[in-house]
């Protein structure tokens, strides 16, 4: 049997209160963007499910697409069926026997929101039960772990009929928590920071700091390409690029050693943090992982921050590097991040950096030096980019 829908499950949206229908309708709004190559698909959202109806449109590459939208928890192929009990056991046969191998157990999944249907749930369950051990020769029920599971959805309106579940991405669905800067460096935990911020509803744009000729446009380039996977949840992206050279010499020359990458990353963070204001953002994130290196220490990142009162978010932070890497992976980052080309990060790196640094001491450091004023220009001089995914055609096996 062919299948003419695609249940979508809520998860984490079905514990809010009163405002669940606005995250509802931000969900909403992200299918219908990502389904938007499929013009004849319809959208229907209630307050406990969605259903995307697929009028003949490649259910497979649907698929594909839903299963990267955030604040989906789960989402199954399902066909809709009358009320009628009768035509409810040949669906239910037609849609298990192109399944069924020699050999495999089922079972039977029933909720019944509509509890004035004629059967309650463990009546549904043998009958149905039945009904397919009796027409398919060899079937075996396993209640605990079957080969095959039919989930049956009673409703007022119709029956729902399904024999997979597919996870989703969960988290919360775009743009529902507000906007956020995420410092973009060409290494492996920033862009994993950015996606788990994703994750939870935040919309973000990238700051990148650029300091030609000691990082390449090779560099440059890498960041972008990071960006695009970023960009691919949404659709589009801001990345800001900081002219950075000016004020990295003056570090470099004006600040002690082992303080210049604890000044470093204060002047990127006042950078970040006025960029913020410009954009209207409420938070700023970063990579940073507790003690991964120096200037991740808790008494670094307690130097670092007093430049600001603006919320930090650290996504990663007590995240083991195995964990990140592991994401970074199935995120399509990873072999991105690992090219070989330095970023501010990592060019002028102290050989004995400062684990413990001071604010008194990295305050009186930088009274010497008018860095307003450069951080003023490298605000002005910023250039700003918006990202766009990649355009790459997948292949797909027709299966509806």
Excluded: W
């Excluded at 149905?128 to 009796?134: A, C």
């Excluded at 906007?179 to 994703?198: N, Q, T």
């Excluded at 990295?248 to 913020?276: G, K």
């Excluded at 930088?366 to 766009?388: H, L, P, R």
């Amino acid at each position: 049997m062919k299948y003419d829908r695609i249940l979508i499950r809520y998860g984490e949206l079905s514990t809010k209160g009163r405002n669940r229908n606005q995250f509802v309708e931000k969900l909403r709004k992200s299918v219908r963007s990502a389904l938007a190559p499929f013009p004849k698909i319809k959208v229907e959202a209630s307050r406990d499910r969605m259903y995307v109806i697929l009028n003949d449109e490649n259910g497979i590459e649907i698929i594909e697409k839903l299963k990267n939208i955030f604040g989906i928890q789960s989402f199954s192929p399902a066909i809709k069926v009358s009320r009628d009990l009768e035509v409810l056991k040949q669906a239910a046969l037609e849609l298990v026997t192109p399944m069924y191998k020699e050999g495999q157990t089922f079972k039977i999944t029933t909720k019944r929101s509509d509890k004035l249907f004629e059967l309650n749930t463990d009546e549904m369950n043998h009958t149905f039960g039945s009904h397919l051990l009796r027409n398919i020769s060899g079937l075996k029920v396993d209640v605990k772990n079957p080969d095959i599971e039919l989930r049956i959805e009673v409703r007022q309106e119709a029956v729902y009929l399904s024999c997979e579940t597919i996870q989703g991405a969960g988290g919360l669905p775009a743009q529902s928590s507000g906007k956020a800067m995420l410092m973009l460096s060409g290494g492996i935990d920033s862009p994993v920071a950015g996606y788990l911020a994703m994750k939870r509803g935040l919309e973000i744009e990238a700051v990148h700091f650029f300091s030609p000729p000691f990082t390449s446009e090779r560099a440059k380039e890498k960041v972008i390409e990071l960006s695009k996977k970023l960009a691919a949840i949404h659709g589009s992206m801001k990345l800001h690029i900081v002219p950075f050279t000016a004020i990295q010499q003056t570090i470099r020359e004006q600040i002690p050693e082992n303080y210049s990458m604890t000044a470093t990353r204060r002047m990127m963070l006042r950078i970040t943090d006025q960029i913020r204001e410009k954009q209207e953002g409420l938070a700023i994130i970063t990579g940073e992982s507790l003690g991964q290196v120096a200037s991740q220490t808790l008494e670094s990142m307690y130097a670092i921050n007093e430049v600001t009162n603006t919320p930090l978010l650290r996504p990663l932070i007590t995240m083991d590097k195995t964990d990140i890497i592991k994401i970074a992976d199935e995120i399509d980052t990873l072999e991105i991040s690992n090219r070989p080309f330095e970023d501010c990060c990592t060019i002028f790196v102290p050989a004995s950096p400062k684990t413990k640094p001071k604010r008194e001491k990295v305050n009186y450091y930088e009274s010497f030096v008018n860095f307003e004023e450069m951080i003023q220009a490298a605000v002005q001089e910023t250039e700003t980019q918006i990202i766009k995914p990649d355009d790459k055609s997948s292949e797909f096996h027709e299966l509806f």
